[in-house]
Every structure is written in C-alpha cells, then in structure tokens.
C-alpha cells in the first residue's frame, strides 16, 4: 500500500533520490565500493561536496563570490550555538516566533546582550507578531522564517542595517523569497534538503572575523571555509543524498517551480480545513505556514474515528508536535499534491460520518 | 572485479550491512518508509538508537549503570572541544602521539592549562612515549588510542587518579582491552563502527558536573543524557547502519573474536613488511597498529611499479596520509583476512619483478 509521509522531520524526499541513494549504498559511481565506504578526501567525494555547495548557492540565486555553502555537522541547534560564538560581539536582537527561536536566544544569552524585538507566546506562537523595531547597534538581527511546530511562517523580512540571520531549517528551497536579503541561512538537512545529519550553513563571507573572542575551530565558520567544509570527515551520505535532492529540485525547474506546487498544496488544505466545519486551523490566517499545516479537531472526541480513516489510508505521522498536540500535516517539496487531496479527501469523509 | 577496500576512514564496513541498509533506504522494518523519512521520535527509531546504545555498552563489557553512551553529531573533532568545556576546571594533562592528539591539545588550552605530559613529535610520532609521570592535581588525562596517520598504537594505558579520557576513533571496538579503566571514550563512527555522520561517546556518568562555567547545550553531556540522545535530530540513518554493524560484531562472537582475527591480520602484513627487503615499516615495532600499517618503499622509484600492481589486484586506497605520503594498509574489523593475503602477494610480486 502506497504511504502518504506527511512527517515533520526528517521527511519524506523523492522516490527517485531513494532509489539512487540505496543504489550508491551498495555501489557508487560504478566504483565497486559503497558510498559509506570511500574517504572523503577521495575526488569522487570531493566532487560530491563542491557539486552540492555550488548547487545549493546556484538553486537559491546566490552570489557566490558572496556567499559560500557549507555542511556542518549538529543540526540547527549547533548553530543556535555557533551563530552568536562567531557574531555575537556586545548586543543581538532576536525575533520569538516559537520553540526553535526560543531555543536560539536561549544560547545567544550565553554570549552578550540580546534583544528580545517582539514575542509571540502571548498566544503560544500561533502568529508572527508585526511592526516591532530593530534596535540600533546591533551586531545582528535573528529569526525564523517558518515555525514548523506551530505552523506559521514569516510572508516578509524586516530591513535592518545590521547583518540578517536566518534559522530557515523548514522552508529552505520551498519559496520564491529574495534569499540575498540575508547574510547568514542555516537549515538542518531533515527537511527539504536531505536526510537527518547535516547542516547547510550559507554565509555573506564578509560578516565575519568582527568578534574579539577565541572561536574553537570546529565552532568557527572560518575554519570551515577555509577547509572548503571538509575541517573534519563530513557527513558523506546525507551530503550526497542532500546533492541527490538539490539535482531533483533543480530537474523539476527549481524554486520558483516547486514553490507554485506548494502553494497550491497548502490552498488545497486549508480550503478544506476553512470549510469543513469539523477542523479549527490553528495558525493566524496571514500568518499560515505552507510547509506545516497544524489544525485541531472541532470535537476532540472524534480523534479515534479521524486516526482510524487517515491511518487505513495511508497518511503517516499527521500528529502533532507532542508539545502542542492536535494534527500537523507537514507538505514539504517531494510530498505530492495527491496526498494533500488524499488527506481533504478523509476530511470529508470524517464530516460524512460524523 | 572484487574490491578490497583498505581506507583509513571512511572504511569498509561487512557486505551484509551494506545491504541491509541499502534496502532500508528503501523500505524500513517492513514499514512502506525509507529510514530516511521516518521521524527520529518514531517508535521503529526510538528502539533503534536504545539497542544501539546498549550494544556498544555490552560490547565493550561496560555496566549500564555506571557507562552511557551516546550517539552525538560532530565527529572526534567535536569530542576535542566537548571533553575540555565538560571537564577541565583548572588543569588537564595530555598525551601528544600525533595530528590528532595534537589537535586535541590546541582546543582544549581554550580552556585551561593544558600539561603535556610527553611527545613523540620528535620523531615525527612514530612511537608511543613511555615512562611519563602524570602530574597529580588534574581533571583529567587524555590519550588516543590509536594513530590512524602514523599506524602507532598505545599497548597499555597509564594509571592516574584523574579521570581517563580517551580518543578510540580507529580501534574501538577492534581489540581485548578493559574497557572499564576509561572513564570518558569518544569514537567518530567512520572506522570500526559505521559510517560517517555520528560519533559514539561513552560517559562515567560520576565524573560529570564538576566545572564551574556555563556549558551550551548541545555542548553539555548532560543535556545529552538527559534527553536519551535525541537532544535534537540524530544522525538517524548512520545510527541505524552502525546498529546493523555492531549486530553483526556481535553474531562474529563480539570484541574478542575480532580481536584475534584482526591480530592475525596484522602479523601476516607486518611479517612480509619485516622480510621483504623493498618495504620499510614506518611504526616503532613494538608500537605497531594493528589497525593501520603504516610503511614506505625502500626504493621511492618503484612507486610506479608497486601502484599499479595494487590498483590492478582490486586493492583501493593504500596511499598514506596526504601529511606523511608513503603507504597506509588500515585494516579494521570489517577487512577480510583473505584482503590482507592478497595484499602480502602484491608485495612478493613486486619484489619478484624489482
């Protein structure tokens, strides 16, 4: 029976990454050796890498004379840790959209002063607050562009003189945004790059060398560069599998192609979430996220009857994040716009048997 | 044409492995779901990462009481940094037998003083030093097992009050040693325990807590204690194959039945190195790796000759270091005995055609 992978992370890819990833599992590149078997330093790795990082500057139309792409180890929260280690000099400002953004300021603190510019948890995240101010003297200004728990999303960015930090772990290559407007992005792989393990950190190379204090060189994204993100033995599988995605998604005609796909994805869901009278979407509506789509029952009491229709149908993981409960349909790139018809499908189901 | 795969890292890992992690790339536990989308909180991964981590105890004849292990992102180079951030409050000693340890020492004098308590460096780290003193007084004192670029090996390991910290990346899991007198072990997966991407750390709980400065999260063990090593996303396919190859070293009779293969191993290398008169071993004798067999041509001009001969028979990645050039036979736990033969009748043919 087919599934329909609505998890939030690590995330369904394309079948045909999966079919190439498994093959590169037993042979690579014709090599006769598996692709967990050959040293990083070997060209056909080196290939690999530089491929990748060229591809995700190329994808998100970055110059890259100015940027350079790396892939780290430790997920989003090591750079919850490296960000303010390799920027953070007296004071930062951070904008509170949810748990990550939470999580980030938490770390920050451990650096300098940082400025709170305005908070959502009033009403546990379900908006993007507006029209607060940037300080002054900043050494950067901080947020999320999608909050994949509480399934809102950021429509702009604010302007700011100070360099522009972007935790973008669940919308990265899902939307046509002006992704030069930043000087540094970080997303954990597990979403719509590639499998759980590696970190894509891109950097305007010329917001950094401005702290005063000692940097471990695994913590510093200059070692990092000038190692061409091989400072220690990288993660070569989820890096390639990562490059198996990025090659997907520029196929498909990139992300201004795949970006009109999910949009109309996510108008599918939440048209049916608006109508049937059975489902409270929780998101403020200009605020919804096109990646995570978090919605509640009207009538907790049918949440056997709605588990037991997705399940026999296929869908997987639609639970919510166990912080907030209730349903999370996550529609990243490769999921495809017949499992979002699936899922209205049992919605209107539920509404006829209910 | 059969490959036989001596790589330092990056390295092989048992044929069936490959394949059973190629096909869960695939298809998971029978679940319609590639282990590369399935949620790390699912309940498949859950008991995943818990037999991982048991196993690696049990493996090592460690009590699970006293041990934790934990599978963390970063590689050693991020043990490098975490073991001083955890663990040095005033002054710590270290033992310099190569790169690696000597990369070790640069992080941790971030933190503290560092008291090197011996060195090989002298001879470019062909040898173990021997009857140094450790100074009393320390937090702790820090060794690396085995040095993957030279091919030395530490035989014994020094008794100290302090606690005993040791880098086992490239023998882990290799040899019949007490495991027990260490009291922090950190083992980048690459070699003897999976693929790259994870890095397995195991912990004396009671040696924890003990510094005074604020510690990160992602930095702190005990955060990653705490949340049963899924602080934040894991590595979860690197997990699962290194699961699937300690599965295996347990099916072969687990550390010590390799222990002897690996011996063997060894000997039948370092004893055509030592008669035939071409080759010359780089390692101090009685210092020798039984994991990397480090060696030069006597004769650099039959180089050619020798790599050709090499590349034909099947044999990949025999070069050395890029940092000490030469030859480098790592043959780690998951490299044939009959790989190693093969290897041995290379080299008396080359001595048969010089």
Same mark, same amino acid.
């Given at each position: ?67 350079? =792409? ?30 990550? =953004?939470? &999580? ?101 190379? =010329? ?14 994204? &200059? ?84 588990? =037991? ?46």
């Amino acid at each position: 029976m087919k599934k329909h992978n609505f998890s939030a992370g690590p995330c369904i890819l394309p079948a045909e990454v999966f079919q190439q990833a498994s093959e590169a599992v037993l042979d690579f590149n014709n090599s006769g050796l598996s692709i967990l078997e050959i040293s990083h330093r070997s060209k056909d790795f080196v290939a690999v890498i530089e491929e990748a990082r060229n591809l995700a500057l190329e994808l998100l139309q970055l110059d890259n004379n100015k940027y350079t =792409a790396l892939f780290l180890h430790g997920g989003a929260s090591m750079q919850f840790l490296m960000t303010p280690h390799n920027l953070l000099e007296k004071k930062a400002a951070y904008l509170n959209t949810g748990t990550w =953004a939470s &999580k980030a300021i938490k770390e920050a603190k451990l650096f300098g002063e940082v400025i709170e510019v305005a908070s959502s948890e009033d009403k546990n995240f379900n908006y993007i607050p507006k029209n607060f101010e940037i300080p002054t003297g900043i050494d950067y200004f901080h947020c999320t562009s999608n909050n994949t728990i509480y399934g809102t999303q950021l429509k702009s960015f604010p302007k700011s003189n100070a360099p522009l930090v972007c935790d973008m772990s669940s919308d990265i290559f899902s939307r046509d945004i002006d992704y030069s407007q930043f000087d540094l992005i970080y997303a954990g792989a597990q979403k719509n790059i590639g499998p759980a393990g590696t970190t894509l950190v891109i950097i305007n190379k =010329a917001i950094l060398g401005k702290v005063s204090r000692k940097i471990p060189s695994i913590l510093d994204y &200059k070692s990092h560069i000038e190692k061409e993100s091989m400072f220690n033995t990288p993660s070569v599988f989820a890096i390639y599998t990562s490059l198996l995605n990025l090659r997907w998604l520029k196929k498909q005609g990139g992300v201004s192609a795949l970006a009109k796909i999910n949009k109309h994805k996510a108008e599918l869901l939440y048209a049916e979430l608006d109508r049937n009278p059975l489902f409270t979407p929780y998101a403020n509506k200009e605020d919804r996220s096109l990646m995570n789509i978090t919605f509640n029952l009207a009538n907790p009491e049918l949440s056997h009857t709605f588990d =037991a229709l997705w399940q026999q149908a296929g869908i997987n993981a639609l639970n919510g994040h166990r912080s907030l409960g209730g349903y999370r349909a996550s529609i990243y790139n490769a999921l495809t716009v017949e499992s979002v018809q699936l899922l209205t499908e049992v919605m209107q189901e539920l509404e006829n048997k209910a």
